[in-house]
């Protein structure tokens, strides 16, 4: 893979550098400016918190790993890292950058973290881009819109080194679901097929770009349900498993559902949501508005409760009378790349502006139209949330409802199929089903 990414990366880097000199023309600054980041202390402790590096720094270059570093870049120049390498006992010290990319980099390497200071240009001139941990002494991030807004629209295109990655870390967590599939199979607690989960990505809760969900029977109607239960339900009904896993810091988000033994009903249904899903990847093409796939998806699904028997009323009354919220309360999906949720998906322009979210539909993450280049993910799910369904029971259409049907399913507690999938000037590629099918 390491062949490959060193062919990639020398455009991947001329389309940084490119996008970089145009945000910093329009900001007026001449040079940008990205901290790695460094460990947060807990409150009144002496250990920190798992370190998260900043995603403006970790889209130059594979380091994950390399709190207090810096990048430096001037249009123009070579680019530069600060590469902290402490002297220091008490823990593991990173080691000196190896590897395909370090030829494209001017490196120096300082002990202390104050020693970056003297390598950084005039702070006056520079957009600092980082959060409020990043400081040192007198340098703040400032974040200015103009470089901001520029950076995240175009961050939505992904490089061919970036899909590279991608299609490394679905490889990665298609393993890890196998791998959990078979511990729910085999009766595993929820934090027994985590554990199944983590041993076959190779990675530590902390390293996966996302806490994962696990969740057995009812707890598949809890969208973010994150317990981990010690002990294995007498009978395990049904499996809901989101987890993904990460590639030099570029994530995968894949979720699956599936039915236990002696549960045909809710295989039935799986299977509908599954065949909706891939209808609804078939639609990830250049020029398709993301708004009204997801309103789409509502019309789908709605078709799908009314084939199981849970609703009597049509598609479009289920849409227009909120019924289908109900049953798919989130959103179809969102842009991924270096973090799950990616930044960019409401900008209507690189410039900036917001492009808002369709009336009743508040938790969509994105509402751009699909250009070639983005990777989105598409996630529909029917549930059966108590909260949510206790509402439908007071609306006047509630005799529409199968109640009694309904409540025999309320023990699998939900379905969600998701996959991460590339909008291409033709056919969609399915990171997710292609590295399944690998396997």
Same mark, same amino acid.
């Given at each position: 893979m390491n062949d490959a990414l060193a062919a990639l990366y020398p455009q991947h880097l001329a389309t940084l550098r490119e996008r970089t000199d145009t945000a910093l023309a329009r900001g007026g600054f001449e040079h940008l400016v990205v901290p790695a980041g460094?460990? /947060?202390? !807990?409150?009144?402790?002496? *250990? %920190?918190? $798992? &370190?998260? @590096?900043?995603?403006? &720094? !970790?889209?130059?270059?594979?380091? @994950?790993?390399?709190?207090?570093?810096?990048? #430096?870049?001037?249009?123009? +120049?070579?680019? !530069?890292?600060?590469?902290? *390498?402490?002297?220091?006992?008490?823990? #593991? #010290?990173?080691e000196a950058p190896t590897g395909y990319w370090v030829d494209h980099f001017d490196i120096v390497v300082v002990r202390k973290a104050a020693d970056a200071i003297a390598e950084l240009p005039g702070l006056a001139r520079s957009a600092v881009i980082g959060?409020?941990?990043?400081?040192?002494?007198?340098?703040?991030?400032?974040? $200015?819109? +103009?470089?901001?807004d520029h950076l995240h629209y175009h961050r939505a295109f992904k490089t061919p080194y970036e899909l590279e990655l991608m299609r490394e870390a679905s490889r990665r967590?298609?393993?890890?679901?196998?791998? =959990?599939?078979?511990? &729910?199979?085999?009766? =595993?607690?929820?934090?027994? /097929?985590h554990q199944a989960y983590l041993a076959a990505v190779g990675q530590l809760d902390a390293e996966l770009p996302y806490a994962s969900i696990v969740g057995l029977n009812e707890h598949g109607a809890v969208l973010h349900y994150t317990n981990f239960d010690r002990s294995a339900p007498a009978d395990s009904r049904s499996f809901l498993i989101d987890a993904g896993a990460s590639a030099s810091g570029y994530a995968s988000d894949i979720t699956r559902t599936y039915a236990g033994k002696?549960?045909?009903e809710f295989q039935a249904l799986i299977d509908s949501v599954d065949a909706a899903e891939q209808s609804f990847?078939?639609?990830?093409?250049?020029? *398709?508005?993301?708004? +009204?796939?997801?309103v789409h998806a509502h019309h789908v699904l709605a078709g799908v409760l009314?084939?199981?028997?849970?609703?009597?009323?049509?598609?479009?009354? =289920?849409?227009?009378?909120?019924?289908?919220?109900?049953?798919? $309360?989130?959103?179809?999906?969102h842009g /991924?790349?270096? *973090?799950?949720? %990616?930044v960019g998906g409401f900008q209507a322009a690189e410039t900036g502006g917001t492009i808002a979210k369709p009336e009743g539909h508040p938790y969509l993450r994105l509402t751009r139209k699909l250009e070639a280049g983005m990777v989105v993910t598409i996630e529909p799910g029917i549930y059966f949330i108590d909260m949510l369904?206790?509402?439908?029971?007071? !609306?006047?259409?509630?005799?529409?409802?199968?109640?009694?049907? #309904?409540?025999?399913?309320?023990?699998?507690?939900?379905i969600r199929i998701e996959d991460d999938v590339v909008c291409t000037a033709s056919e969609p590629e399915n990171l997710t089903r292609d590295a399944f099918a690998l396997l």
């Open positions: 460094r460990p /947060i202390t !807990k409150f009144l402790d002496d *250990q %920190d918190y $798992p &370190f998260i @590096v900043n995603p403006h &720094f !970790k889209h130059w270059l594979p380091l @994950v790993d390399a709190p207090g570093s810096w990048l #430096v870049y001037t249009p123009g +120049e070579k680019p !530069k890292l600060v590469f902290l *390498q402490p002297r220091d006992y008490w823990h #593991v #010290v990173p959060d409020q941990h990043c400081g040192l002494e007198d340098i703040v991030a400032n974040n $200015p819109p +103009e470089v901001i967590g298609t393993r890890g679901h196998r791998a =959990a599939e078979r511990a &729910f199979r085999e009766g =595993a607690s929820e934090l027994g /097929i002696n549960a045909g990847v078939a639609r990830v093409r250049a020029g *398709q508005s993301y708004p +009204e796939l997801h009314r084939e199981h028997g849970f609703i009597r009323m049509s598609a479009e009354s =289920a849409v227009e009378t909120g019924v289908s919220s109900a049953f798919f $309360p989130h959103g179809l999906g /991924i790349g270096m *973090q799950v949720h %990616d369904l206790a509402e439908l029971k007071d !609306k006047p259409f509630s005799g529409d409802i199968d109640w009694a049907r #309904v409540d025999a399913f309320r023990k699998y507690g939900g």
